[in-house]
Structure formats: structure tokens, C-alpha cells
Nanobody
């Protein structure tokens, strides 16, 4: 079993900042690409940013210049630093990790349960 746990969400005023953390644990052999998704009420889940094991990153256009994704391979952890937050950023943020397990070398995706980010004055 691979477990994905997010933390760091909360209530913040427009223009504020938050840093989300995601830790992968359990029967992990290798962590590959890790990503942050978000889902607002009534909306589909969308990719916010992802980062390969090599450090290569991608961002959705709406967060470019405001969000930064990073990772610590030794700690099996990925972060999302969010600045200049807007009300439109309000959503549940989910961590996704592609990983091979100790029982299967074939990688698959694992999801966390999400952390709520609310941007409101």
C-alpha cells in the first residue's frame, strides 16, 4: 500500500500565500512524476502543476508566475508554494504520485485525500 497525504491548506486572504506539502509513504520502490491537482465545487479536477524526478516542471497557465512546485526525493515529498492567491484558486488540492511499489515494478498513480484551500476576504 502506498499512502499519499497532503497538508498545508487553509483560509487565506486574496494576495496571500500558502505552501502545500505532500508526503508519499508505504511500499514504495521508486517515485516518478508527482503532481498537484485541484477541484472546485461543480468543476472537473484539473492539473495545477507537476514535477518529474529530474526536476522538470509544468504548470497550468492560470498559475504560472504565482505557484512553484518542488520536490525532495530523499523525503518522498512534493511541495506547492502558492503566492498572489486569488478567489479563483479556491478548491480542494490533491496530490498525485506515480510510483512503482515493492510488489510490482510497473508504476501506477496514487492519490491523496485532498486539502482545502480557501481564498476569501
Amino acid at each position: 500500500q502506498v499512502r499519499i497525504v497532503e497538508s498545508g491548506g487553509g483560509l487565506v486572504q486574496p494576495g496571500g500565500s500558502l505552501r502545500l506539502s505532500c508526503v508519499a509513504s508505504g511500499n514504495i520502490y521508486t517515485l516518478y512524476t508527482m503532481a498537484w491537482y485541484r477541484q472546485a465545487p461543480g468543476e472537473q479536477r484539473e492539473l495545477v502543476a507537476n514535477i518529474a524526478r529530474t526536476g522538470e516542471t509544468t504548470y497550468t497557465d492560470s498559475v504560472k508566475g504565482r505557484f512553484t512546485i518542488s520536490r525532495d526525493n530523499a523525503k518522498n515529498t512534493v511541495y506547492l508554494q502558492m503566492s498572489g492567491l486569488k478567489p479563483e484558486d479556491t478548491a480542494v488540492y490533491y496530490c498525485n504520485a506515480r510510483a512503482s511499489s515493492l510488489y510490482s515494478i510497473n508504476p501506477r498513480d496514487y492519490w491523496g485525500q485532498g486539502t482545502q484551500v480557501t481564498v476569501s476576504s
